[in-house]
Each structure stands twice: as C-alpha cells, then as structure tokens.
C-alpha cells in the first residue's frame, strides 16, 4: 500500500521549469525548490532509495527531468559562444549534418555478473571490427591538452589512423562542451572514435552515490562513469574467445557448437535471437564448459616503441626502440617509498597497446611511473593468450610540445582553456601552466576556484551547486540539510 501510494505521488507531480530569462542564482532557486518538494513526499531514505531504484532508467522520473532541464540550459547557453561546436550536440539543427557525414551504430551493451547496462556508439567503425587485428592500438580521450596531445603523438609516430581506436567514456558531471570538443578533434583528424555512456539515469547515480570525495573510495564518479563501462566494452569485444562466437560465427553454427560440445539447452533457443544465443555461449565458455580450442592466437608486434632507462633517480630516455616488453621491479626503502626499477626479464609485445596520457610533468608521483611499453596488469589474462599493455608516449614531453603539437595540426583550441585558464591553472615547478580539466562538481577543486567560478561564471557555478544539492537527497531526507564541500563558507 506504501509503495502504491508513493507511485501517485510521482504521478501526481507537476513538474514546471522557470522561464529561460531568470538569471543564474534565480534559476536554481526554483529548480532547487522544485527538487526540495518533490523530496517531501518521502518519509526516510529507504522509502526514497526503492523509489530511486525502479526509476533508475526512467527518463520521466522528476529528479531526472529537473537534472535534463538544467544540462540542456547550460549546454545550449555555453555552445552559442562557440558555433563551430553546434554540429556534435543533438540540441542543434547543426547535428543531422553530423550525423549525415559520419558512419555511426549504437549498441547496447550490459554485463550479466553486475546489471551494468552501457550505450556504446561507434563512429566511423563496425562493431565487428572492433577486435585484433583490426584494432592495435587505443587510448581513453577526452578535451584536456594532454589526451590530445598523445593522440596526436600516436598519429605521428605510430599506425593509429589505421590501426587505433579512441573511446570517449562521459562523466554524468562533465562540462559542457567535453564530448563536443573530443567528437570534433577526432572528426578533423579522421579518428576512429567509441563514445561508452551509462543507461542509467545520470541523477540516479548522483543521488545513490551521494557527493565525490578526495581519496580512492570517494571517487566513485571515476569508478561508475569511466572504470565499469570500459571494463564491458573489453570484456564485450576484446576476449578473444567473446569476440569470435559475437562477430565470426553464425546462429547456426554456435548451436552446432553446442550441440558438438554435448551442451543441454532448451529447445526455444533453436528460436530465439543470435544474440540470446550468444549469451548462452558465452557464459558457458566463462564456465569452462566449452573446450578453449577457438581461443585466438596472437602474433608479436612488429611496432617498436622508445626505451628509457632508470638514471639517477629518473627515467632517461634513449635513442633505442624495440618491441620487446621490458620487465621491472619496483625497489622501496623502509618507508614503502619507490626508490628505483629493476630489469629482471623481457618477453614480446603482442596483442593490443593502450595509449595513456600521463607525463613527468604533471606530478612527482607519475614522473616515476614506468613509461615503457608494460602489461597492464588488471585485465592481462595469459590463459586466454590475450594480453594489454599500456604505453606513455607524452611521457617525456612538456607542456609546450604539447601545445606545438595542437597547432601545427591546425585544431580550434579547447573553449574550456579559453575560458578558464587564467582561473584554474596547475602550477608545476619547471613547466609553463597547464589547465586542470575537470568536472564541473569535482572535489579536487578548491574553495577559493568556486568563489572565483561564482564571481566570473555564474551560470556555470549554479549548476554545479544543482549537481550537489542531487548529491545531497540523502542528507535532505534523513538530516533535512543539505551536504557541502565547505561548511562554513557555503559556498559549495
């Protein structure tokens, strides 16, 4: 009877946006008002978590409906200064061209074990080929300088036009013009681009997950929009066994398989569609109940990649390239503190080379990261023969390379660095400045960049508040206050 009378509330709603005219602070002030009621209906944050989960892919839902209202305002307003960006937001008349210039699929993708359901959209790519050896390179982009400075770098030096793949994973906090920005670099420089996005409602995980916070458990931002997406578009596309029965074999052979391999399954699935067959395969292959004879094999690399050594306390790099993977040791003194690398074996590069964006300048900690071609560890499975291996190819470089890199390529530069780089700029010691690219509610920004963001940005600003007053439906429910970053400033 509860939960009837919750859903006639819900129904019962009428939800009324404010008119496009009022200004920042008054526009969040009623869509803050309008979320604050809508809250009143429930009693405690059980009631309201249940609520939360049935609609967690519900467009329709209020809280939903509030947070699209308000991303459409702020994105609207932000590409007007920016026409050229018109063309890769939906939101424009400018985007059927887009869509009319480029070869683009939608999938949907989801993982059996968790629930996690992802839209990916490949752009200019057939899901089929999305596999080795088709694909021998890819790297995670998005607007900052030093994600297109290493596609950049990858387009120089190795095959990646041809052989690469970037993927794109949106954050539901992301600034405006973010994908925009990436889908048009990648458009002008004829990239292969795969943008993964959660099903679920962005205000769902907002509200569930409450507010980001510093450190590795607070950053469930990271984990849910960035992490458990890519983690199944691998497992989709890129084990081997996977691949094959999903893009390589017919309906009718993958029943003779079963058939051949003496599996029981119901007769229906004689009926049924390839794709429910392919997930009876497929979860009977994780078993272990269909023979690994149709593993794929793997052969070594022929690209050679740069070598650095260890050198007095920092890598060095050499004149040197090789295909070889080569192996260390990290050595720690009492403290656990890394000290030094230690060679203790080489093995071939096979299969595919993530790119990653990271370079010494960018912090003391990733200057001692291992910038040769390496295995990445967390989904390299050597029973499959099918193994990662991550590369830092603007390791070495400085923020001016990067920015050489940019213009000679003849590329807009990114509306976010126009605007914000005289206000939140990372100062590093022997490096001109490089703008910190970000969310827009991100807990790694200081209070002092919010004033300033209040001040030169309101627009802006308020929306970030919007975010984190979503963040807060817990604390307004169960403590009836809202949660913020600084207590005694308020100001988010």
């Known amino acids: ?22 200004g920042p602070n008054d526009y969040y002030e009623v869509m803050k008002s309008r979320f604050l009621e809508f809250l009143d209906s429930f009693s ?47 939101y ?16 949907h993708l989801s993982s059996s074990r968790n629930g996690i359901q992802i839209t990916a959209e490949f752009i200019n790519i057939p899901p089929d080929h999305v596999y080795y050896p088709h694909i021998k390179f890819m790297c995670s982009i998005h607007s900052a300088l030093h994600s297109l400075g290493m ?39 004829k990239i292969q681009l795969i943008i993964l996005k959660r099903r679920e409602n962005p205000s769902f995980h907002l509200q569930r997950n409450r507010a980001p916070k510093i450190g590795k458990m607070g950053r469930w931002c990271s984990r849910v929009f960035k992490t458990e997406p890519i983690k199944v578009f691998y497992k989709t596309y890129f084990y081997p066994a996977e691949a094959r029965i999903q893009h390589k074999y017919t309906k009718k052979y993958l029943l003779h398989l079963l058939d051949q391999q003496q599996i029981n399954y119901p007769k229906i699935l004689r009926k049924a569609h390839k794709h429910e067959v392919i997930n009876f395969v497929r979860e009977r292959i994780r078993r272990g109940l269909i023979t690994s004879k149709y593993k794929s094999k793997y052969q070594t690399s022929e690209t050679k990649f740069p070598l650095s050594e260890w050198k007095n306390g920092e890598w060095i790099p050499t004149n040197t390239k090789s295909n070889r993977c080569y192996l260390y040791r990290k050595e720690r003194n009492a403290q656990n503190h890394i000290i030094g690398f230690k060679e203790y074996g080489v ?22 990261k291992n910038p040769n071609v390496h295995l990445k560890q967390q989904i390299a499975n050597p029973e499959k023969e099918f193994l990662f291996y991550e590369h830092y190819p603007i390791f070495h470089e400085k923020v001016k390379d990067l920015k050489d890199l940019v213009d000679k390529a003849n590329l807009q530069q990114n509306p976010y660095e126009l605007e914000y780089g005289e206000l939140d700029l990372v100062e590093q010691e022997e490096n001109p400045q490089e703008t910190r690219f970000g969310c827009v509610l991100c807990p790694y920004k200081s209070e002092s960049f919010y004033e300033k963001l209040k001040k030169g940005f309101p627009e802006i600003y308020y929306y970030a508040r919007f975010l984190l007053l979503l963040c ?11 949660y913020f970053y600084y207590e005694k400033s308020k100001v988010m």
């Open 1 to 22: 009877m509860a939960d009837n009378l919750v859903k006639e509330k819900i129904a019962e709603y009428e939800l009324s946006f404010p008119p496009d005219d009022k």
């Open 44 to 90: 405690n944050w059980d009631e309201y978590l249940q609520v939360l989960n049935e609609n967690r892919m519900n467009p329709n839902f209020v809280p939903e409906e509030l947070f699209h209202a308000y991303q459409q305002r702020i994105t609207i307003s932000y590409l007007q200064k920016y026409p050229y960006l018109k063309r890769y937001n939906p």
């Open 347 to 368: 093995m071939p590069i096979r299969s595919i080379v993530e790119f990653i964006g990271i370079a010494k300048y960018q912090s003391s900690s990733r200057a001692k």
């Open 92 to 107: 424009f008349a400018e985007f059927k061209d887009y869509l009319k210039a480029n070869k683009i699929q939608i999938h």
């Open 472 to 482: 807060s439906a817990y604390n307004l429910i169960e403590q009836k206050r809202q």
């Open 151 to 189: 596609l950049l770098k990858g387009l120089k030096e190795y095959e990646f036009r041809k052989y690469g793949v970037a993927i794109y994973e949106r954050p539901a906090t992301t600034h405006p013009g973010d994908e925009e920005y990436t889908r048009y670099y990648c458009e002008q420089l």
